[in-house]
């Protein structure tokens, strides 16, 4: 566990550092200068995504970047294997994004700070009217621009065989008519948790083509997630059996 308390350390050091820039931002956001906020946090949160992977002495290899829709939000899909699957795409997907937090992820100091800059939505499990809620407040945040990053099978595979994905994720992207941008993450596992502890490790991101859901059909929107799965699981066919 040394190599994860020393790595902890590092980045939480990095974090303190920008508590300057995280008062500015909220001072943005206080004000209603939503653009300037925005800017901002979305300068800051790439470079701290990618000095996590920096200290993790890990390497990133991306495919696909040409494929995402600069004009327009997105919900992006991807398969979930780690801890370091957000820093991934926060780093290296090169398109500001939030995503749907368990609500205990709201009461950790600094880190709940970002999260809501970046119009992360807290959901609540045990309330149905709240999760509901959630999901809707995201939807509404992909509507005005910010894209979301769902991970639809709702736990870490940790370098397994993946879990099936949950219909229900995909009501976000339905709500919000975005297009679907399904995303395969290979390699994040092998950071920390195939030991309990950091290591070095190569990383891969494929980003696939966007499926748009505007207009889709009952029948197509019924077929999606299995679709996704099949998108998003098939480069790692060969390697479901590694846990």
Request: glycine fraction near 6%.
């Amino acid at each position: 566990m040394f190599r994860t308390t020393v790595a902890l350390i590092k980045i939480a050091a990095f974090m303190i550092g920008k508590n300057g820039l995280l008062r500015k931002a909220k001072k943005l956001d206080r004000e209603g200068k939503i653009a300037e906020r925005d800017e901002l946090v979305n300068g800051i949160v790439p470079v701290w995504a990618r000095y996590v992977f920096e200290v993790t002495k890990s390497d990133v290899e991306v495919e696909g970047l040409e494929k995402l829709p600069k004009d327009k939000a997105v919900v992006f899909i991807a398969n979930h294997q780690g801890l370091m699957d957000i820093p991934l795409l926060y780093g290296y997907s090169g398109k500001p994004m939030a995503f749907v937090a368990k609500i205990e992820l709201s009461k950790i100091p600094l880190l709940s700070s970002w999260m809501k800059l970046l119009q992360c939505t807290f959901i609540d499990r045990k309330s149905m009217r709240a999760s509901l809620q959630a999901i809707n407040d995201a939807a509404a945040n992909v509507s005005k621009g910010y894209s979301q990053m769902i991970f639809p099978e709702g736990t870490r595979s940790k370098g397994g065989h993946h879990i099936e994905f949950k219909p229900g994720s995909f009501k976000l992207a339905f709500m919000s008519k975005s297009p679907v941008v399904p995303v395969t993450i290979d390699g994040t596992w092998r950071i920390y948790e195939e030991n309990n502890d950091v290591r070095p490790a190569h990383v891969k991101m494929i980003i696939h083509d966007p499926i748009d859901t505007d207009g889709m059909t009952k029948e197509e929107m019924q077929e999606l997630p299995s679709r996704v799965e099949r998108i998003v699981c098939a480069p790692l066919s060969e390697d479901e059996s590694r846990k």
